[in-house]
């Protein structure tokens, strides 16, 4: 049975077992316990569904049975099984959902079988089938294959139209034939052959053309291989060179650090007398003295800044480069640097604003690098910056999700011409070779720095500048602590 579910059941005249399932009317042998039959609507059903108990048989052996469309009454010995089967035909040939007309594709009497040809462009055809069948039947079933594409015969109750896509080109044979419920097909099978054309590569005269084309590429084949035993041996010897450029940028970076440690430990002892012998003076001492010794203690701490540029950088080449990511109050920090700066700005009458509102008040960084970050923008605005004035902004900004810290610095001074600011974040690269010892011309290793550091925070710098007029230099950093690292 289709179904466990039983709504009523009832024996005919000759002893067969009649019930009503949930999805069809079944007829049983008792004697076997096999299915004769299933009727469902495609069998002349108005319903499927049956009233539970809802049966009866009448002295004539009449059962009337109740569904949820109706009631069904019949004679079960006047039931035809096995209705004979109508042959299939087939009734058109589609290509892109078009009928094809005989003008369109030339049909050739092949043994008594039409035959259709086709181009290699035609990559949708369909064919449509049929049969004459007058039984109450709601649906026909239908087997067909493509020979030469299809390995076995395709049944689908209810469908009329084969469709094939993408054809090779060849020779092919379509059958159709009828089927009944349990697949049992007609003898009569219908057919139709079609030929599909090949594209002008795979005929003969284009495989001829190949096979010069093949002969032509083996020659250059050849000539190839000996250009690239020969690019290969140039490949080896720039690597060579490159390797031996590479060992020795390694050599001056170990110099330049190793240089670097040997001269701080001297800066220090001598930033360090120097700042104790000017406590001492007092002040009826000479005065030349006291100025003497407090210039060797600035240009110390200005030397020693060089050296410990130069120490970051070498460690920024080497990936060595440590960071140690804390909480950081950026309100005390910007303050701090303003204060320390401002004796250098009263020197050129330069104002430094710092923000007068604070958006962000903390942020996630290393606070060393923090402060070189800011330290080496502002005193680069104060060296490039001859009168006027130097304002410092705090914005947030959002993006991809994230929230960052927007620090910008912005200056009156002589601005970066266009031409040169594609040198600005590059090591040792100064602008023009005949102003490179005047004051306000070069970038130095403090904006180099500044792009590295800002970049192992997982930010970046930004700037704007107009020649004559001015420049913002602005450091996006992210407010919270990063998880990922580069």
């Not at 015969?153 to 034939?177: C, E, M, S």
């Not at 170990?254 to 120097?274: K, V």
Request: glycine share 6%.
């Amino acid at each position: 049975m289709t179904s466990d579910s039983v709504a009523s059941i009832i024996t005919d005249n000759e002893g067969y077992i009649w019930t009503a399932t949930a999805n069809s009317l079944t007829k049983i042998n008792p004697n076997t316990v096999e299915v004769v039959q299933n009727y469902s609507e495609e069998n002349g059903l108005p319903s499927h569904e049956f009233m539970r108990n809802a049966i009866f048989k009448d002295n004539g052996g009449t059962l009337y049975i109740g569904s949820t469309k109706g009631l069904i009454s019949f004679k079960p010995g006047s039931i035809k099984q096995g209705a004979t089967l109508s042959p299939a035909i087939v009734t058109d040939v589609f290509v892109f959902n078009e009928k094809v007309m005989q003008s369109n594709a030339p049909q050739i009497d092949k043994g008594h079988i039409a035959h259709y040809l086709f181009s290699h462009t035609d990559s949708m055809i369909s064919f449509d089938f049929t049969t004459i069948n007058f039984q109450q039947r709601r649906t026909n079933t239908f087997a067909y294959m493509l020979e030469n594409f299809d390995g076995d015969w395709i049944t689908h109750p209810g469908q009329t139209r084969a469709t094939y896509t993408n054809l090779d080109a060849g020779d092919y044979v379509f059958k159709v034939t009828s089927a009944d419920e349990k697949g049992k097909k007609h003898k009569q099978v219908a057919h139709l052959s079609i030929s599909i054309t090949p594209p002008l590569s795979q005929t003969w005269w284009a495989y001829t053309l190949y096979w010069l084309l093949a002969l032509t590429g083996a020659a250059f084949a050849i000539r190839f291989y000996v250009l690239k035993i020969n690019q290969r041996k140039l490949n080896e010897l720039v690597e060579i060179r490159t390797q031996e450029l590479q060992q020795a940028n390694r050599a001056k970076t170990d110099f330049l650090a190793n240089m670097s440690h040997e001269l701080r430990t001297p800066l220090n002892a001598i930033i360090g007398f120097s700042k104790h012998l000017t406590r001492k003076i007092g002040d009826n001492d000479d005065e030349k003295i006291k100025l003497a010794l407090e210039s060797i203690h600035r240009n110390g701490i200005h030397l020693l800044n060089i050296i410990n540029d130069i120490l970051d950088i070498a460690k920024i080449e080497t990936g060595k480069l440590e960071m140690s990511i804390m909480e950081c109050n950026l309100v005390l920090i910007i303050e701090q640097l303003v204060n320390d700066l401002k004796p250098k700005a009263s020197e050129k009458n330069l104002l430094i604003i710092a923000p007068q509102q604070y958006s962000v008040k903390s942020i996630y960084a290393d606070p060393v690098r923090l402060k070189q970050i800011l330290h080496n923008l502002l005193s680069n605005a104060i060296k490039y910056t001859e009168k006027g004035q130097i304002n410092v902004k705090i914005a947030r900004h959002t993006e991809k999700e994230v929230e960052y810290c927007r620090i910008e610095i912005h200056d009156t001074g002589i601005g970066i011409k266009k031409e040169d600011q594609s040198k600005l974040f590059k090591r040792f690269e100064q602008f023009d070779s005949t102003t490179k010892h005047h004051k306000g011309f070069g970038t130095g290793l403090g904006l180099a720095l500044v792009h590295s550091f800002c970049q192992a925070h997982h930010g970046w710098v930004e700037f704007e500048s107009q020649y004559g007029k001015g420049s913002t230099f602005t450091a996006v950093l992210p407010i919270c602590e990063r998880q990922e690292q580069l």
